[in-house]
């Protein structure tokens, strides 16, 4: 861990490092996946953007310094980019306030292997022609499945983005400026309820 992390992303108790050994995985459509859970913190149901979405890898020790993690965002190759084929917004909405799962993220595990150390980097907000919805609250949390591997259910109206590749070490978020706007797109498929599976969550 990191004293005092860059960007947004909060010390202590609140950022954990996490190895990809450590996940655990689920089944989606019979494919392997590790999973990934967004609580979104927003104040009175407010949606909110996911802009940016990146998963980078290393090898040896976990970073230390806030500017070596710095200088893996700015100029390091992400194992993962949501926005690496063109601009991608996920426009997502929230439950209120803490404590409520918003979003998971399913990434397949043959795309990340089973070592080495993750950290997730978000944005979330405005994209750069100004659409999306913005942080109205606290900051924004990430949870890593690490349980036994169960079948992730169908239906459902929480937000459900399946990405090409992800794993777990640090967090790093940043909020980005922009006006709160109704009717936030809604993607399909909830992860199971927080209470069933808390014992298996772990906080980045």
Request: glycine share 12%.
């Amino acid at each position: 861990s990191i004293a005092n992390p860059p960007y947004d992303d909060k010390a202590g108790q609140w950022t954990h490092d996490l190895l990809v050994s450590q996940l655990g995985t689920v089944t989606y459509n019979g494919h392997s996946y590790y999973q990934f859970y967004l609580d979104a913190n927003q104040e009175a149901d407010g949606p909110i953007s996911l802009i940016a979405f990146q998963i980078f890898v290393t090898s040896g020790s976990p970073y230390t310094s806030s500017s070596d993690l710095t200088a893996l965002v700015s100029s390091g190759t992400p194992a993962f980019d949501l926005n690496g084929a063109g601009a991608v917004r996920v426009d997502i909405s929230s439950q209120n306030g803490s404590g409520s799962g918003d979003m998971y993220i399913l990434v397949p595990t043959s795309d990340i292997g089973d070592s080495g150390n993750l950290y997730l980097y978000a944005g979330f907000g405005q994209d750069a022609s100004g659409g999306g919805y913005a942080s109205n609250d606290g900051f924004e949390e990430w949870y890593a499945y690490e349980g036994p591997s169960p079948a992730v259910p169908d239906g459902g109206g929480t937000a459900l983005l399946l990405g090409a590749a992800l794993v777990a070490l640090a967090l790093l978020r940043r909020k980005l400026g922009g006006l709160i706007k109704p009717k936030p797109v809604r993607l399909q498929n909830p992860p199971p309820e927080e209470s069933d599976t808390a014992p298996f969550l772990k906080r980045f």
